[in-house]
Protein backbone atom coordinates (compact mmCIF):
# COMPACT_ATOMS: atom_id res chain seq x y z
CA UNK A 1 0.00 0.00 0.00
CA UNK A 2 2.75 2.19 -0.40
CA UNK A 3 2.79 4.29 -3.58
CA UNK A 4 5.44 3.77 -6.00
CA UNK A 5 7.70 2.30 -3.36
CA UNK A 6 7.70 5.74 -1.23
CA UNK A 7 7.55 4.64 2.47
CA UNK A 8 4.26 5.64 4.48
CA UNK A 9 5.53 8.78 6.83
CA UNK A 10 2.85 9.21 9.96
CA UNK A 11 2.34 9.34 13.59
CA UNK A 12 1.69 7.57 16.54
CA UNK A 13 -0.34 8.39 19.42
CA UNK A 14 -1.61 7.24 22.64
CA UNK A 15 -4.81 9.36 22.24
CA UNK A 16 -6.59 9.70 25.39
CA UNK A 17 -9.48 12.61 26.85
CA UNK A 18 -6.04 14.81 27.66
CA UNK A 19 -3.84 14.67 24.90
CA UNK A 20 -4.30 16.57 21.69
CA UNK A 21 -7.92 15.79 20.18
CA UNK A 22 -6.95 12.98 17.96
CA UNK A 23 -9.01 14.60 14.83
CA UNK A 24 -7.34 17.50 15.29
CA UNK A 25 -3.72 15.47 15.71
CA UNK A 26 -5.18 13.76 12.10
CA UNK A 27 -6.32 16.82 10.23
CA UNK A 28 -2.90 18.79 10.93
CA UNK A 29 -0.74 15.26 10.77
CA UNK A 30 -2.64 15.36 6.83
CA UNK A 31 -1.76 19.16 6.27
CA UNK A 32 2.07 18.66 6.39
CA UNK A 33 2.04 15.82 4.24
CA UNK A 34 2.33 12.78 6.47
CA UNK A 35 0.30 9.93 5.55
CA UNK A 36 -0.84 7.49 8.40
CA UNK A 37 -1.81 7.33 12.23
CA UNK A 38 -2.16 4.16 14.05
CA UNK A 39 -3.31 3.84 17.77
CA UNK A 40 -2.18 1.69 20.86
CA UNK A 41 -5.41 -0.62 22.86
CA UNK A 42 -5.84 -1.39 26.18
CA UNK A 43 -9.87 -1.71 27.24
CA UNK A 44 -9.24 -1.04 31.06
CA UNK A 45 -6.29 -1.12 33.77
CA UNK A 46 -6.94 -2.94 36.93
CA UNK A 47 -5.88 -1.25 39.94
CA UNK A 48 -3.40 -3.84 40.96
CA UNK A 49 -1.66 -4.32 37.71
CA UNK A 50 0.72 -1.22 37.44
CA UNK A 51 3.71 -2.72 38.23
CA UNK A 52 4.86 -4.71 35.26
CA UNK A 53 8.09 -6.11 36.44
CA UNK A 54 10.73 -4.81 39.44
CA UNK A 55 11.92 -2.00 36.79
CA UNK A 56 8.73 -1.66 34.75
CA UNK A 57 5.76 0.42 35.78
CA UNK A 58 2.77 0.85 33.07
CA UNK A 59 2.30 4.23 31.78
CA UNK A 60 -0.62 6.16 33.11
CA UNK A 61 -1.70 7.23 29.98
CA UNK A 62 -3.32 3.63 29.22
CA UNK A 63 -5.70 4.10 31.73
CA UNK A 64 -7.37 6.97 29.65
CA UNK A 65 -6.63 5.47 25.83
CA UNK A 66 -9.55 6.06 23.05
CA UNK A 67 -10.79 2.76 21.63
CA UNK A 68 -8.60 2.49 18.31
CA UNK A 69 -10.93 1.39 16.01
CA UNK A 70 -13.60 3.93 17.17
CA UNK A 71 -10.98 6.34 16.83
CA UNK A 72 -9.95 5.16 13.34
CA UNK A 73 -13.76 5.16 11.62
CA UNK A 74 -13.86 8.86 12.94
CA UNK A 75 -10.25 10.16 11.43
CA UNK A 76 -10.80 7.73 8.08
CA UNK A 77 -13.80 9.77 7.81
CA UNK A 78 -12.09 13.09 7.74
CA UNK A 79 -8.92 12.48 5.89
CA UNK A 80 -7.28 10.52 3.60
CA UNK A 81 -4.81 9.00 6.35
CA UNK A 82 -4.27 5.52 6.82
CA UNK A 83 -5.79 4.55 10.07
CA UNK A 84 -5.40 1.29 12.43
CA UNK A 85 -3.74 -0.62 15.35
CA UNK A 86 -0.31 -0.46 16.65
CA UNK A 87 -1.15 -2.54 18.44
CA UNK A 88 -4.68 -4.13 19.24
CA UNK A 89 -4.63 -6.68 21.82
CA UNK A 90 -7.10 -9.09 19.59
CA UNK A 91 -7.46 -11.25 22.10
CA UNK A 92 -9.68 -9.55 24.78
CA UNK A 93 -12.33 -8.67 21.56
CA UNK A 94 -15.37 -10.94 20.19
CA UNK A 95 -13.59 -11.59 17.05
CA UNK A 96 -16.34 -12.08 14.81
CA UNK A 97 -17.64 -8.61 15.52
CA UNK A 98 -13.99 -7.36 15.64
CA UNK A 99 -13.92 -9.04 11.80
CA UNK A 100 -17.36 -7.01 11.13
CA UNK A 101 -15.95 -3.77 12.27
CA UNK A 102 -13.06 -3.78 10.95
CA UNK A 103 -14.08 -4.59 7.26
CA UNK A 104 -16.66 -1.87 7.87
CA UNK A 105 -13.68 0.44 8.38
CA UNK A 106 -11.98 -0.71 5.28
CA UNK A 107 -15.30 -0.86 3.26
CA UNK A 108 -15.74 2.90 4.05
CA UNK A 109 -12.28 3.73 3.51
CA UNK A 110 -11.22 0.96 0.91
CA UNK A 111 -7.53 0.32 1.35
CA UNK A 112 -6.68 2.61 4.76
CA UNK A 113 -6.90 -0.02 7.39
CA UNK A 114 -3.54 -1.55 8.99
CA UNK A 115 -4.05 -3.95 11.64
CA UNK A 116 -1.12 -4.13 14.11
CA UNK A 117 -1.63 -6.96 16.66
CA UNK A 118 -0.12 -7.92 19.77
CA UNK A 119 -0.36 -10.35 22.29
CA UNK A 120 -0.44 -8.12 25.94
CA UNK A 121 2.30 -7.94 29.16
CA UNK A 122 -1.02 -6.77 31.62
CA UNK A 123 -1.59 -10.38 32.89
CA UNK A 124 -4.76 -8.82 35.25
CA UNK A 125 -6.24 -7.08 31.85
CA UNK A 126 -6.04 -9.88 30.16
CA UNK A 127 -7.66 -12.01 32.54
CA UNK A 128 -10.92 -10.05 32.80
CA UNK A 129 -11.40 -11.10 29.23
CA UNK A 130 -12.04 -14.42 30.11
CA UNK A 131 -9.14 -16.40 29.49
CA UNK A 132 -6.59 -18.16 30.64
CA UNK A 133 -3.72 -14.76 30.60
CA UNK A 134 -0.90 -16.81 29.94
CA UNK A 135 -2.83 -18.53 26.49
CA UNK A 136 -2.97 -14.82 25.46
CA UNK A 137 -0.44 -15.65 22.13
CA UNK A 138 -2.78 -19.03 21.09
CA UNK A 139 -6.06 -16.87 21.43
CA UNK A 140 -4.54 -13.71 19.60
CA UNK A 141 -3.25 -16.17 16.83
CA UNK A 142 -7.18 -17.93 16.35
CA UNK A 143 -8.46 -14.32 16.60
CA UNK A 144 -6.56 -13.63 13.44
CA UNK A 145 -7.24 -16.90 11.68
CA UNK A 146 -11.03 -16.58 12.22
CA UNK A 147 -11.08 -12.81 11.38
CA UNK A 148 -9.23 -13.68 8.04
CA UNK A 149 -11.36 -16.34 7.23
CA UNK A 150 -14.61 -13.83 7.90
CA UNK A 151 -12.85 -11.54 5.09
CA UNK A 152 -11.91 -13.35 2.42
CA UNK A 153 -13.79 -16.69 2.38
CA UNK A 154 -17.76 -16.76 0.93
CA UNK A 155 -18.66 -19.32 3.64
CA UNK A 156 -16.05 -18.87 6.26
CA UNK A 157 -15.70 -20.75 9.41
CA UNK A 158 -12.82 -21.81 12.21
CA UNK A 159 -12.55 -24.01 14.95
CA UNK A 160 -10.07 -23.36 17.98
CA UNK A 161 -9.68 -23.89 20.90
CA UNK A 162 -10.66 -20.35 22.33
CA UNK A 163 -12.35 -18.70 19.27
CA UNK A 164 -14.82 -20.57 16.56
CA UNK A 165 -17.22 -19.66 14.22
CA UNK A 166 -19.46 -21.95 12.57
CA UNK A 167 -19.44 -22.02 8.22
CA UNK A 168 -20.86 -18.16 7.75
CA UNK A 169 -21.67 -15.57 5.33
CA UNK A 170 -20.26 -12.06 6.57
CA UNK A 171 -20.29 -9.01 4.57
CA UNK A 172 -18.76 -6.61 3.59
CA UNK A 173 -15.48 -7.89 2.60
CA UNK A 174 -12.44 -6.13 1.92
CA UNK A 175 -11.27 -5.62 -1.47
CA UNK A 176 -7.64 -7.44 -0.18
CA UNK A 177 -7.37 -8.07 3.75
CA UNK A 178 -5.95 -5.70 5.64
CA UNK A 179 -2.05 -5.97 6.81
CA UNK A 180 -1.92 -8.11 9.68
CA UNK A 181 1.39 -7.24 11.74
CA UNK A 182 2.66 -8.75 15.00
CA UNK A 183 4.09 -6.46 17.62
CA UNK A 184 6.75 -8.47 19.02
CA UNK A 185 10.51 -8.42 20.56
CA UNK A 186 12.25 -10.55 17.26
CA UNK A 187 12.46 -13.72 19.87
CA UNK A 188 13.08 -16.96 17.61
CA UNK A 189 9.18 -18.24 19.01
CA UNK A 190 7.91 -14.63 17.54
CA UNK A 191 9.95 -14.71 14.27
CA UNK A 192 7.91 -18.37 14.02
CA UNK A 193 4.32 -16.82 14.34
CA UNK A 194 5.16 -13.43 11.98
CA UNK A 195 6.26 -15.93 8.90
CA UNK A 196 3.63 -18.82 10.08
CA UNK A 197 0.62 -16.60 10.55
CA UNK A 198 0.69 -12.43 9.94
CA UNK A 199 1.84 -10.04 6.90
CA UNK A 200 4.72 -8.60 8.41
CA UNK A 201 6.48 -7.42 12.12
CA UNK A 202 5.88 -4.14 14.23
CA UNK A 203 9.25 -4.20 16.06
CA UNK A 204 8.66 -3.16 19.30
CA UNK A 205 11.76 -1.16 21.42
CA UNK A 206 13.78 -0.70 17.93
CA UNK A 207 13.67 2.12 15.92
CA UNK A 208 15.04 1.99 12.15
CA UNK A 209 18.19 3.17 13.18
CA UNK A 210 18.53 -0.26 15.62
CA UNK A 211 16.79 -2.84 13.93
CA UNK A 212 18.85 -3.60 10.67
CA UNK A 213 20.71 -6.66 12.06
CA UNK A 214 16.98 -8.45 13.74
CA UNK A 215 14.90 -7.15 10.60
CA UNK A 216 17.72 -9.09 8.15
CA UNK A 217 17.28 -11.97 10.31
CA UNK A 218 13.57 -11.83 10.48
CA UNK A 219 13.75 -11.83 6.72
CA UNK A 220 15.64 -14.61 6.43
CA UNK A 221 13.55 -16.30 7.83
CA UNK A 222 10.65 -14.94 5.82
CA UNK A 223 11.93 -15.97 2.55
CA UNK A 224 13.14 -19.91 4.10
CA UNK A 225 9.74 -20.43 4.51
CA UNK A 226 8.84 -19.60 1.63
CA UNK A 227 6.36 -16.57 1.50
CA UNK A 228 5.91 -14.85 -1.72
CA UNK A 229 4.62 -11.16 -0.47
CA UNK A 230 6.88 -8.91 0.92
CA UNK A 231 7.33 -8.47 4.81
CA UNK A 232 5.00 -5.75 5.58
CA UNK A 233 7.24 -3.80 8.45
CA UNK A 234 5.98 -0.85 10.40
CA UNK A 235 9.02 0.88 12.68
CA UNK A 236 8.27 3.70 15.28
CA UNK A 237 10.75 5.82 16.01
CA UNK A 238 11.28 9.00 19.01
CA UNK A 239 10.16 12.83 18.25
CA UNK A 240 12.81 15.00 17.90
CA UNK A 241 14.89 18.00 15.83
CA UNK A 242 14.48 17.30 12.31
CA UNK A 243 18.39 15.93 11.51
CA UNK A 244 17.57 13.20 14.46
CA UNK A 245 14.31 11.96 12.76
CA UNK A 246 15.64 12.67 9.18
CA UNK A 247 18.47 9.84 10.17
CA UNK A 248 15.52 7.45 11.42
CA UNK A 249 13.48 8.06 8.34
CA UNK A 250 16.61 7.97 5.83
CA UNK A 251 17.65 4.96 7.49
CA UNK A 252 14.17 3.16 7.18
CA UNK A 253 14.24 4.22 3.35
CA UNK A 254 17.60 2.30 3.17
CA UNK A 255 16.12 -0.80 4.95
CA UNK A 256 12.68 -1.20 2.80
CA UNK A 257 10.74 -0.60 6.05
CA UNK A 258 7.06 0.29 4.15
CA UNK A 259 5.59 2.63 7.41
CA UNK A 260 7.65 4.56 10.02
CA UNK A 261 5.93 6.50 12.74
CA UNK A 262 7.01 9.25 15.60
CA UNK A 263 5.66 7.99 18.79
CA UNK A 264 3.59 10.87 20.19
CA UNK A 265 2.28 9.52 23.38
CA UNK A 266 -0.38 11.72 24.47
CA UNK A 267 1.30 14.79 24.36
CA UNK A 268 -0.73 18.22 24.09
CA UNK A 269 -0.99 20.27 20.85
CA UNK A 270 2.01 22.65 22.06
CA UNK A 271 4.01 19.86 22.32
CA UNK A 272 3.08 18.12 19.45
CA UNK A 273 2.87 20.78 16.56
CA UNK A 274 6.69 21.08 16.41
CA UNK A 275 7.06 18.02 16.24
CA UNK A 276 4.88 17.05 13.13
CA UNK A 277 5.75 20.46 11.51
CA UNK A 278 9.47 19.17 11.51
CA UNK A 279 8.61 15.74 10.40
CA UNK A 280 6.85 16.87 7.68
CA UNK A 281 9.79 18.74 6.34
CA UNK A 282 11.48 15.74 6.51
CA UNK A 283 9.62 13.52 5.14
CA UNK A 284 9.00 16.56 1.85
CA UNK A 285 12.64 16.46 1.23
CA UNK A 286 13.20 12.67 1.57
CA UNK A 287 10.59 11.66 -0.51
CA UNK A 288 11.11 14.26 -2.76
CA UNK A 289 14.82 12.57 -4.00
Not at 14 to 22: F, L
Not at 24 to 52: C, F, M, N
Not at 217 to 244: M, N, T
Request: a negative charge; charged letters at 20%; hydrophobic letters at 45%.
Amino acid sequence: MTQHGAPIIGVHPTATDQSMPVLDLAKETEARGLRSLYLPEHTHVPVDSLQITDQWTMSERYQRSLDPFIASAFIAAQTSLEVGTAISLVAQHDAIALAKAIATIDHLAPGRTIVGVGFGYNLPEAANHGFPPRARAAVAEEAVRLMRALWVDEVASFEGTYRSVSPSWSWPKPAAPPPVLLGARPSARNVEKIVDWTDGWIPMGQTPLMVGDDLARVRRAWVDAGRDAELEVCCFFHPGDADAMAREVERGMELGIQRMQVLLEDRTRDEVLPVIDALGLVADKLLAR
